[in-house]
């Protein structure tokens, strides 16, 4: 089993990095609304309001990946102090350490993480 205290510290780390991607986009975002494209006699910006709305999209969608993200996160030190950290919600089986150590918030051995993502691939998300 891994240390759980330098597991804490990466989940931290973790968490610190996300929040950090997360709030640049939520100014990207909100900065959008706050300046919105409008006025439609200037003309010449309906392209811009298209390829804006398009990186809006593209960001809220990244912010919602990250928010799954921190869940799992919340998740993962939730199964750090009750003790099941490390195993697979899955199949139960431990975790490969090196797995671990870059996606600290994981809930699946790699085996089932691959067959979920067959699985989303199959029905298209
Ligand atoms: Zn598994």
Redesign the pocket.
Known sequence: MSDPNRTEKLLEQERARLNDIRSSLTEAAEDVERDPTGDPSAGGHVADAGSEMFDRARDLSIISEIDAQLADIDHAEARLSNGTYGT?E????TIDSERLAVRPATR??I??QLGLEREMQARGA
């Open positions: 697979c899955a199949c139960g089986k699946f051995c085996e089932d």
